[in-house]
């Protein structure tokens, strides 16, 4: 199985609640894209940015 991550940025909380609802059907880490570092995202198969728009 692949390693996933998510990385989110959220003003309003939206995007947080979005990563949440996310997280109920798939199994893989989060981080805020404050945190991230390019060696953790190494670290994964699969990473996905999500953000508002």
Avoid: N, P, Q
């Avoid at 939206?14 to 570092?37: G, H, N, P, Q, R």
């Amino acid at each position: 199985m692949k390693s996933a991550l998510i990385i989110y940025k959220s003003k309003t909380g939206f995007t947080k609640k979005y990563v949440d609802w996310i997280l109920e059907d798939v199994k893989c880490s989060v981080t805020t894209l404050d945190k991230a570092k390019k060696s953790d995202i190494d670290k994964y198969d699969i990473f996905c940015y999500r953000s508002g728009t």
